[in-house]
């Protein structure tokens, strides 16, 4: 369980992280979402300690990290830039963690074992590729049997089989109760691993909502109808609550009314259809149409809010 | 959640049941870690040897070509020389050998991003610094201290060859081997609090070199009535009076100059601890 409270996080003039509050339950995936620069990494920071927060307050498994006796027993990290040292070998890079909280040889040979390592556990980290760089901190932040993992962007790097690896592993995590709590740029990836998604941009929340729900909030879910007797239908199925707009001659793409619907209302009239498609929003679509609002609000700022941009720049 | 077809034919990793069991953090785990830490990096190895070759090695060469060279040299070199100071003469450039390493062990955290996973197993950030200073200050202290045992005899034996040998009963030169080691330590432990304060190995290596190395010349470079009063209270000047068998002129006393050299390397320790409570990593 993470409790996030109000989090803020500046850096001189700016704020990477404004206002944050969210709550990561355990027996799930929760997905940690927003595009590059949208402050993921700088909360995931906050919450294990390594950056103080400005303003609010973070808790894990009840308590500021920093507060627990045998953190590393709590809470699992991997951060997205490498926390290791090259010269010295995975295996004494793990041994020299769980030294810390009297963890021994056995559960790095195991946690060296559940990563796929093994062979090459004594050499130098230096020569590792990114993908084995990647398992080696899933490796890390799983040492401690830890009742909550956080991993930021886990399958960066990764071939494909690493990729289901991944998927599967935070899958069996969170089945077994566990908090798991994984950041991603790419809507597509967690729509295949997440559950429930916190969403993020600028620095503020977006949404804090199920995939599915997610889906739904952000899309206006069309139908695209192909007819030679476009216009007629148009008008026949005109209403209140129902946009149609045409593109192209003889497309049209409806809202506010659902495929069958307008199926019955073309056969009750007699009209031809060539296609009639319900369009349902990718979560990359969902994806960029919320956090378009973050990305257009940063774009116009910093030409000036609106101003035409030569007469911003000179202003500014 | 509906799990996946696909997912259940492919080989799912499973998370061993496992028997982990995590303690607290304490002191003397941490200790522990941070010399798994030590001797696990090659480049310690090798620059801790470099240290002990230098520290071992140049005071008995130094020593052969002397004695060599006894029947040659003017009466005014002969007159100051000293076995001791010869035998240690390894010092000048095993400091530098140790200064850097002591820098190493905590910038090369900062630079590879190891210092993230030290510091989310150990939050409270304090314990790495001291465990770091304990352990490196420990192996540097042990290993100088016999590389400078070792530089002692090795340069006495071949000073026999002229009668110029002294022991280790006479006169301050047991304070003077020893403090070859007490004085190299506090060398490193400078270091790593200046690794601590600048997280930047150049920086660090640059500004440990301009304190033991530059800074002297530059006092040198003042009216000697002001040299005077600063001259032996740099750290590096300070530290070495107690490696001296005898006080010379323009130093302090053995243990007063240590005890300076404490108090420098005391305040940069203290100053690291600030740094690294209250920055972010």
């Known amino acids: 369980m993470i409790s996030a409270d109000g989090l803020v996080k500046r850096y001189g003039e700016k704020t990477a992280v404004k206002g944050l509050s969210f709550e990561v339950r355990p027996g799930i995936v929760t997905g940690f979402l927003g595009p590059n620069g949208a402050g993921k990494s700088t909360t995931m920071r906050m919450i294990v300690g390594l950056d103080e927060p400005s303003a609010g307050r973070v808790t894990v498994n009840g308590k500021p990290y920093a507060g627990h006796a045998a953190p590393l027993g709590e809470v699992g990290i991997m951060l997205e830039a490498r926390a290791v040292h090259t010269g010295r070998s995975a295996h004494n890079h793990l041994l020299a963690l769980g030294a810390t909280h009297g963890i021994g040889r056995r559960r790095v040979d195991e946690v060296v074992d559940l990563v796929g390592l093994r062979e090459v556990a004594r050499k130098r980290v230096g020569g590792f590729s990114l993908g084995m760089g990647q398992r080696l901190g899933i490796a890390s932040a799983l040492l401690g049997d830890p009742q909550t993992v956080i991993l930021d962007e886990p399958v960066n790097g990764l071939d494909p089989e690493g990729v289901r690896w991944v998927r599967n592993l935070l899958r069996g995590l969170a089945a077994e109760g566990r908090t798991v709590f994984v950041s991603s740029h790419l809507m597509s990836e967690m729509a295949l691993t997440a559950e429930h998604l916190i969403v993020i941009g600028r620095g503020e929340l977006i949404a804090d909502t199920s995939v599915e729900e997610f889906v739904k909030l952000a899309s206006n879910n069309s139908v695209r109808v192909r007819s030679p007797q476009a216009p007629r239908l148009r008008s026949l199925i005109a209403g209140p609550d129902v946009t149609v707009s045409s593109e192209e001659a003889g497309v049209l793409t409806v809202t506010g009314l659902e495929s069958d619907r307008i199926g019955v209302i073309a056969a009750e009239h007699r009209i031809t259809l060539y296609e009639l498609a319900p369009q349902q929003a990718s979560l990359e679509d969902a994806f960029m149409e919320m956090t378009q609002d973050a990305v257009e609000y940063r774009t116009s700022q910093d030409d000036g809010a609106g101003l035409p941009v030569g007469a911003g720049r000179s202003a500014a | ?281």
């Open chain 2, 1 to 281: 959640m509906s799990a996946p077809t696909l997912a259940s034919s492919i080989e799912t990793p499973h998370v061993p049941a496992a028997h982990v069991q995590v303690q607290p953090v304490t002191m003397r785990r941490v200790l522990a870690s941070e010399w798994i830490k030590l001797r696990s990096l090659r480049s310690t190895r090798i620059t801790l040897l470099v240290a002990f070759l230098l520290m071992a090695g140049v005071g008995i060469l130094y020593s052969a070509v002397t004695a060599n060279q006894w029947s040659t040299m003017s009466a005014g070199d002969k007159a100051g020389f000293d076995p001791t100071l010869a035998a240690l003469r390894g010092h000048m450039f095993a400091q530098l050998a140790v200064g850097v390493l002591g820098v190493l062990v905590v910038s090369g955290e900062y630079a590879t991003g190891m210092i993230r996973a030290s510091l989310t197993a150990v939050p409270k950030r304090l314990p790495v610094l001291w465990a770091k200073s304990l352990v490196f200050g420990a192996v540097t202290l042990v290993t100088m201290t016999i590389a400078s045992l070792i530089a002692f005899f090795g340069a006495q034996a071949v000073l026999t060859s002229q009668n110029l040998q002294t022991t280790l009963s006479a006169s301050g030169v047991l304070r003077s081997v020893l403090g070859a080691g007490l004085y190299l330590t506090l060398v490193g432990l400078i270091g790593v609090a200046l690794g601590g304060l600048m997280r930047n190995t150049a920086g660090a290596i640059s500004t440990l070199l301009g304190v033991l190395l530059l800074l002297p010349v530059m006092i040198d470079l003042f009216p000697s009535s002001i040299r005077s009063d600063i001259s032996p209270y740099l750290p590096g000047n300070a530290g070495e009076a107690l490696l001296s068998p005898a006080q010379q002129a323009g130093y302090l006393a053995p243990w007063t100059g240590f005890a300076v050299m404490c108090a420098y390397a005391v305040a940069a320790l203290v100053g690291a601890a600030f740094v690294l409570k209250r920055r972010d990593a």
